[in-house]
T-cell receptor, first 115, second 113 residues
Framework: GESVGLHLPTLSVQEGDNSIINCAYSNSASDYFIWYKQESGKGPQFIIDIRSNMDKRQGQRVTVLLNKTVKHLSLQIAATQPGDSAVYFCAENGGSGAGSYQLTFGKGTKLSVIP | KAGVTQTPRYLIKTRGQQVTLSCSPISGHRSVSWYQQTPGQGLQFLFEYFSETQRNKGNFPGRFSGRQFSNSRSEMNVSTLELGDSALYLC????????????FGPGTRLTVL
């Protein structure tokens, strides 16, 4: 079946630098994408989402970019902090029917912030 | 608002047994989804319930089942446990009306011996 995948399994960045985490998706019909952060021993925590009618969406220190032409999604974290160290997952929603959820997750990228 | 809660947090079972996991969604949320997370397969969708009805189902064998109650609380059951069922089982809830953020609980860590 179709799946969401990540380009890099690990990413190490210096504290204060910007981080970019990439994700490729294969279901061109997907219209809703989400980034989650998961810390050890915890469930995934919502970071930011974007619908397919948008190219960019900004949150606090985070930006998600969507390129539907090449089916690529990225998460940018500005001024990365030690507390940003975690595994980051992208997900697409393939649920049938309005409001339904069936998320397909990427394998995850481990972000390590060097103090 | 309280977040999504899951019980128990940790569980140890032996092969062949069955297990029931419980999830209480955020107050007011009517959609509950279940996911299995393993190091090898990552996060995989099990099923979604909305208003006591299964709305979506992932590619898992029939040993995995679930249900939702009128108060939106949900349970999932795994029968005839196998070693490969050892995983973190995550529950997530949303309002279910579209464009809603899906919030996850802390998960139940199931170990099958």
């Amino acid at each position: 079946g179709e799946s969401v995948g990540l380009h890099l399994p690990t990413l190490s960045v210096q504290e204060g630098d910007n981080s970019i985490i990439n994700c490729a998706y294969s279901n061109s019909a997907s219209d809703y994408f989400i980034w989650y952060k998961q810390e050890s021993g915890k469930g995934p925590q919502f970071i930011i989402d974007i619908r397919s009618n948008m190219d960019k969406r900004q949150g606090q220190r985070v930006t998600v970019l969507l390129n539907k032409t090449v089916k690529h999604l990225s998460l940018q974290i500005a001024a990365t902090q030690p507390g940003d160290s975690a595994v980051y997952f992208c997900a697409e929603n393939g649920g049938s029917g309005a409001g339904s959820y069936q998320l397909t997750f990427g394998k995850g990228t481990k972000l390590s912030v060097i103090p | 608002k309280a977040g999504v809660t899951q019980t128990p947090r940790y569980l140890i079972k032996t092969r062949g047994q069955q297990v029931t996991l419980s999830c209480s969604p955020i107050s007011g949320h009517r959609s509950v989804s279940w996911y299995q997370q393993t190091p090898g397969q990552g996060l995989q969708f099990l099923f979604e319930y909305f208003s006591e009805t299964q709305r979506n189902k992932g590619n898992f064998p029939g040993r995995f089942s679930g249900r939702q109650f009128s108060n939106s609380r949900s349970e999932m059951n795994v029968s005839t446990l196998e070693l490969g069922d050892s995983a973190l089982y995550l529950c997530a809830s949303t309002g279910g009306r579209g464009a809603d953020t899906q919030y996850f609980g802390p998960g139940t860590r199931l170990t099958v011996l």
